[in-house]
């Protein structure tokens, strides 16, 4: 909670798309905070061990199953498997609700450092909000590592979340969500806001890479 209090939360049910590092990392941010998860993957069956140690409020399922359960949807897919993972989730198991996307679009092909396969006038976020008419999409979570998302602990205080997203609300929501896992918050406006967040990134993998310490966060000062 950063020292600071926020007004508390009501318990929610969180579906994350994504078995991965982050989907199991923001997975137990949200129920440190009380929410119960649903996490999906196309196979539910390998998070078994993992969920055996997690706690009763979570369980697995299929990304269907995950989109369909959660008052609040977190997308945490390998950026060039979102557009199948939302195919096989149902759009309409997206209609109304506030979905965070911590995607990048990450292209590996070349090896490392990987390039961006969409950018400057288009972003992997703008894609997903296309993909989800009816939902209201907030880009976050996606320009810090896995490790640093919930509670991050840094000399120099808290780092700041960048976010952008179309639906005011929604971004209220998500806001609030960082803050308790200890952010400060960034709001860049509109979801084409996405385009500047997704290689934010790229700064984020380049300096981790060239530094062999992936201890670090974005902090914007002000005056
Ligand atoms: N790792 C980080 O620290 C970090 C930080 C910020 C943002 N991100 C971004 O967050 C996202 C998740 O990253 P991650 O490291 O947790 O895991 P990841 O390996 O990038 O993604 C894992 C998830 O993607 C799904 N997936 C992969 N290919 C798919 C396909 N063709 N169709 C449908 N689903 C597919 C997997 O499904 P199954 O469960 O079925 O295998 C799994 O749930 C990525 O977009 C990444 O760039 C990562």
Aim: hydrophobic residues 40%; charged residues 20%.
């Amino acid at each position: 909670m950063n020292g600071l209090e926020f007004p508390a939360m009501e318990a929610m049910k969180v579906g994350i798309l994504g078995s991965g590092d982050v989907g199991r990392a923001l997975a137990k941010g949200f129920l440190g905070l009380g929410h119960s998860v649903k996490i999906g993957t196309r196979d539910p069956q390998k998070l078994r061990e993992w969920l055996s140690t997690a706690g009763d409020r979570v369980s697995s399922g299929t990304f269907a199953e995950a989109a369909k359960s959660g008052d609040l949807i977190v997308l945490a897919t390998l950026g060039t498997g979102t557009e199948q993972a939302l195919h096989l989730a149902g759009p309409e198991n997206f209609a109304g609700k506030t979905v965070i996307d911590a995607t990048n679009p990450l292209d590996f092909s070349g090896g490392m450092p990987p390039k961006l396969f969409v950018g400057h006038t288009d972003s992997l976020g703008e894609r997903v909000q296309r993909w989800l008419p009816g939902a209201r999409v907030v880009k976050a979570f996606n320009t810090v590592g896995n490790a640093f998302m919930v509670n991050p602990k840094f000399p120099g205080g808290p780092p700041d979340m960048f976010l952008c997203g179309n639906d005011e609300a929604a971004k209220k929501l998500v806001s609030q969500i960082c803050q308790h896992f200890g952010w400060g918050v960034i709001d860049l406006g509109g979801i084409e806001g996405s385009r500047h967040l997704e290689p934010m990134c790229m700064v984020w993998v380049l300096y981790g890479a060239r530094s062999g310490a992936w201890t670090h966060a974005f902090k914007m000062l002000h005056l």
